[in-house]
């Protein structure tokens, strides 16, 4: 079956850093684009980024760009996030994301910045 484990969340200073992790496992990892969404208290689950199957495309959301980087490691079946510059609204949990016939989703990872 379709597992995701986020793992690298925690309490940062704004300015800080972050690296998620998604290890993923039960299907064919290198053919399947992966996300990172996240998710603040009281709204709505957002996408933040995404990366196709081999790593060549990448996408975010306009309030990330420059800031977060996704990559994935295909050898690993595990895809990250790297969050540099944290603000106090990249607080949130962070969920990671694949289409297998289905969306999948992670437990979520707990992002806090916060001086």
């Known amino acids: 079956q379709v597992q995701l484990v986020e793992s690298g969340g925690g309490l940062v200073q704004p300015g800080g850093s972050l690296r998620l992790s998604c290890a993923a496992s039960?299907?064919?990892?290198?053919?399947?684009?992966m996300s990172w969404y996240r998710q603040a208290l009281g709204k709505e689950r957002e996408l933040v980024a995404s990366?196709?199957?081999?790593?060549?495309?990448?996408t975010y959301a306009d309030s990330v760009k420059g800031r977060f980087t996704i990559s994935r490691d295909n050898a690993k079946n595990t895809a990250y996030l790297q969050m540099n510059s944290l603000k106090s609204e990249d607080t949130a949990a962070y969920y990671c994301?694949?289409?297998?016939?289905?969306?999948?989703w992670g437990q979520g990872t707990q992002v806090t910045v916060s001086s």
């Open positions: 994301n694949t289409r297998v016939s289905r969306n999948y």
């Open positions: 039960g299907f064919f990892f290198s053919s399947y684009a």
């Open positions: 990366i196709s199957s081999t790593g060549g495309i990448t």
